[in-house]
């Protein structure tokens, strides 16, 4: 059951605003067209709050200018309405010609569309060419939307290919919407070298428009030793973890493993590390009660990062049950919306499970980008030929210790394996989450203890795997690839498992191939991908992901997405529209982060 919505941030839900443009000539033109543009605009507003959430389960709002807009006072008082009512994107609709630069949005940051009419009774595609010119001219990007087959003036249908680009384009303005204002919260610092654990406060603030926050793992401490959680919720949550979590194969030496008496008092300990990353995350309003009104407010994180090694690790129990559960769209408070917490704090995955989580509302599994086998490898290892969507070789993506429990695919849509919104998943699919997953005593790298995360990702889901990079001269680029997770024979998986580390989350990934260029063969994606982390998102969201890419101004180095699911602002096609490639990276460069 759905017991909780989703999380609780400061800020509120950002709307979408629809804007009616109009030809604003009286005496017969204006008024002949009043009733087809605000019925368009009615139309799109109807469409969007019926297919989108927002990641928290609530209706996405449109909100439609009082009147058409035939001219700058128009523009001017919409723009007031939308200020108050707390508008983050734009999409203007018309049928007919009107005068671009008079009424079109000019606000400098807001992701904005223009949907323009395919009829020719009144020239709507005039208008949509005119003003898309005065966008690119004035260096404020916006995205096209022109169906691809003419329609009778007052047909209210909205077509599928309009369908597609508006739902493309709201979902990923919405992310940029809502990401504005929140915080990523780093809870510790640099894992073991690893450079996507710096924070680079430009590329959070100037990009993503997100402040940083820090606390220090000893916060951690404090909170145990001072009883700093809800008592009666740790309680609940300790029988829980004993209830459904079952503990896996212990396969450390005999003189590396933890006594008895020990494991259970790591339970205690990552059970409360859960409440207190949650609690510094998000707040929680029970700390209030016990005296604790600062830490009852948390730190407005819409994402965050725990470091785990070495510092806490070498002698706490690790991360990753709190890790593995609060990125899982359920707990033992019922099924809710998953928390984007990042392992070792590598604050740029942390980001792209927040890119995937805002663009599909569920979970994202966090991995290590661990192995590239070979079909001779995996033969020479077990004897095993891969065959079928294997048969091209395979991607090990395997976190070393946690991932969401959504990860093993016992969610479905239609019978094939799925990670869904929190909002569609049964009773059922969370305790097949839980069942499908052990709880290993963590392995040698983890002096301190702790349970890792065992599962196998189900096979036939097809997912997407994608990264931020930061490249010194160049920034933040991001790279995905689409594709499906597969299984092996048991016996095979067992055989590359025990090799890797067989208490830890595996996904067997392939991507789809291209057969060129950095899709040329399985290989290839391994061999171009730009660090040691990925996230993995519930299926193909590259088109998503591009989208939402250009709105932030971060290039895509690398992406097997078909043609037709490419959609960035129109701008993009005049740096160079016949290199598709080269041309984002000029216009990005060119236009600079979103936020100055
Ligand atoms: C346990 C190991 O130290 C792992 O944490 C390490 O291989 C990584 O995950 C690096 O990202
Ligand atoms: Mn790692």
Not at 417 to 428: H, L, S, V
Not at 562 to 581: C, E, K, L, N, Q
């Amino acid at each position: 059951m759905n017991t909780h919505i989703g999380n609780r941030l400061q800020g509120s839900l950002p709307k979408i605003g629809i804007r009616p443009i109009i030809d604003g000539r009286r005496g017969g033109i204006r008024e002949s067209l009043e009733d087809v543009t605000m019925e368009m605009a009615r139309n799109a507003a109807a469409f969007l709050s019926e297919n989108l959430k927002h990641s928290n389960g609530l209706p996405v709002e449109c909100v439609i200018a009082d009147t058409c807009i035939g001219g700058v006072a128009e523009a001017a008082k919409a723009e007031e309405k939308f200020a108050r009512a707390g508008v983050g994107l734009t999409i203007s609709v018309t049928p007919s010609w009107c005068y671009p630069t008079e009424t079109m949005d000019t606000h400098p940051t807001r992701p904005k569309a223009i949907w323009g009419f395919n009829g020719t009774e009144r020239p709507g595609a005039v208008y949509l060419a005119a003003v898309l010119s005065a966008h690119n001219q004035k260096g404020l990007p916006a995205f096209s939307i022109y169906g691809r087959d003419v329609q009778d003036i007052g047909d209210t249908t909205i077509t599928p290919d309009v369908q597609e680009k508006l739902l493309q384009f709201a979902k990923a303005g919405l992310a940029v919407a809502t990401m504005q204002g929140k915080s990523y919260l780093s809870m510790g610092s640099v894992s073991m070298g690893i450079a996507g654990c710096i924070v680079d406060e430009t590329f959070f603030q100037r990009f993503l428009g997100i402040r940083n926050e820090y606390v220090d793992m000893t916060e951690f401490v404090r909170r145990m030793e001072l009883g700093i959680y809800d008592q009666a919720e740790y309680e609940s949550a300790l029988a829980w973890a004993k209830a459904n979590c079952n503990e896996g194969a212990e396969v450390n030496p005999a003189h590396l493993q933890r006594t008895e008496e020990q494991k259970a008092g790591d339970w205690e300990t990552v059970v409360k590390m859960t409440l207190i990353a949650r609690d510094l995350m998000i707040g929680n309003p029970k700390l209030n009660a016990i005296g604790y009104g600062e830490e009852a407010l948390g730190h407005n994180a819409i994402a965050a990062g725990f470091q785990g090694q070495r510092a806490w690790t070498d002698y706490f129990p690790n991360g990753d049950f709190m890790e593995a559960i609060l990125t899982s769209s359920f707990d033992w408070n019922g099924i809710r919306e998953p928390y984007m917490l990042a392992t070792e704090n590598d604050t740029l995955n942390g980001i792209t499970m927040l890119f995937g989580h805002l663009l599909t509302n569920a979970a994202q599994i966090f991995a290590d980008v661990r192995t590239y086998w070979s079909p001779d490898a995996v033969k020479r290892v077990t004897g095993h030929q891969l065959e079928g969507r294997a048969a091209n070789g395979i991607i090990h993506l395997i976190n070393s210790g946690p991932a969401a429990l959504d990860g093993t695919g016992r969610q479905t849509i239609d019978g094939q394996p799925a990670m869904k919104p929190f909002w569609d998943i049964t009773e059922q699919e969370a305790n097949d989450c839980l069942e499908a997953t052990k709880w290993s005593p963590a392995v040698d790298f983890f002096r301190g203890g702790g349970f890792s995360t065992d599962f196998t990702t189900r096979a036939g889901m097809p997912v997407t795997m994608a990264r931020i990079n930061l490249v010194a001269g160049l920034g933040p680029v991001l790279q995905l690839a689409e594709g499906y997770t597969v299984e092996l024979p048991d016996d095979v998986h067992d055989k590359l498992d025990q090799r890797s580390n067989p208490t830890w989350p595996t996904t067997w990934f392939v991507p789809n191939l291209t057969g060129e260029g950095l899709f040329k063969d399985v290989y290839a994606v391994m061999n171009n991908w730009g660090s040691n982390h990925a996230a993995v998102s519930y299926g193909h969201i590259g088109g998503d992901l591009i989208t939402l890419a250009s709105m932030l101004r971060i290039p895509v180095s690398m992406h097997n997405v078909p043609d037709d699911r490419v959609f960035r602002p129109s701008m993009w096609s005049a740096f160079g529209g016949m290199d598709p490639v080269g041309a984002d990276f000029r216009a990005c460069q060119a236009l600079g982060p979103l936020y100055r």
